[in-house]
């Protein structure tokens, strides 16, 4: 168990709804990030959230976006959902202190798993 | 941008035998980070070993071991020993210091009784 928890574990959805994943980070860890792992694309970063702010951008769609919120727990939000949408989204979390020159260990919830039907 | 390649799409060996897994990455970076990343059927992500770039020797962690070899830009995992549990697809994955894992496009492993 790395201590980051995703919810919900599956979701079966049709195409052009829209979903929220929720990610709740190891305990001080002040970094989120999403992955999406997908049969053709394979495993792709999509956004990275430092104390409330995003940090870096992956291959985001435009139709994707995230937060991350005060207490740390952040969500991904997919709209107009396609068929090539569903994949296993993993969000990892690292604690990324000011100053430390410690290289900063992602640590990986247990996915949700999308379907677009 | 940064690449990660891994030429093995599957591979089987004998339990208590020792595999090695393939990883080519393309950079022009020259500090950066190197990872092995284990998906079991679980599809858990677990970190397996991590090399630094700036470090000559390699990482070892018990039965895990990696060959790096920075001209060359290749990245071996060696598994000894192996046992029933290692059976995972495997990830290697990049990180130039800006923590956006590149992963390559994973190894299936089994490890076969």
């Known amino acids: 168990d790395s201590g980051v928890t995703q919810t919900p574990k599956h979701l079966i959805t049709a195409t052009g709804q829209r979903v929220t994943l929720r990610c709740s980070p190891r305990?001080?860890?002040?970094?989120v990030y999403w992955y999406q792992q997908s049969l053709d694309q394979g495993l792709q970063f999509l956004i990275q959230?430092?104390?409330?702010?995003?940090?870096a951008k992956g291959n985001i769609l435009e139709r994707f976006s995230a937060q991350q919120f005060p207490d740390l727990h952040s969500e991904l939000n997919l709209s107009s959902l396609e068929l090539g949408d569903s994949a296993l989204y993993f969000c990892?979390?690292?604690?990324?202190?000011?100053?430390?020159?410690?290289?900063?260990?992602?640590?990986f919830g247990p996915g949700t798993r999308l379907t677009v039907l | 941008a940064q690449t990660v390649t891994q030429s093995q799409p599957e591979m089987s060996v004998q339990e208590a035998e020792t595999v090695t897994l393939s990883c080519t990455y393309d950079?022009?970076?020259?500090?950066?980070?190197l990872f092995w990343y284990k998906q079991p059927p679980s599809r858990q992500m677990i970190l397996v070993i991590r090399?630094?770039?700036?470090?000559?020797q390699n990482a070892t962690e018990n039965r895990f071991s990696v060959n790096f070899q920075k001209a060359a830009k290749s990245f071996s995992l060696k598994i000894s020993d192996s046992q029933l549990g290692d059976t995972a697809m495997y990830f290697c994955?990049?990180?130039?210091?800006?923590?956006?894992?590149?992963f390559g496009q994973g190894t299936r492993l089994t490890i076969n009784p």
């Open positions: 994955a990049f990180d130039q210091g800006a923590q956006k894992l590149v």
């Open positions: 959230y430092y104390n409330g702010e995003e940090r």
């Open positions: 990892a979390s690292s604690l990324n202190k000011r100053g430390s020159s410690s290289y900063n260990e992602q640590f």
């Open positions: 950079t022009s970076e020259s500090n950066y980070y």
């Open positions: 090399q630094e770039a700036y470090k000559q």
């Open positions: 305990s001080g860890d002040l970094s």
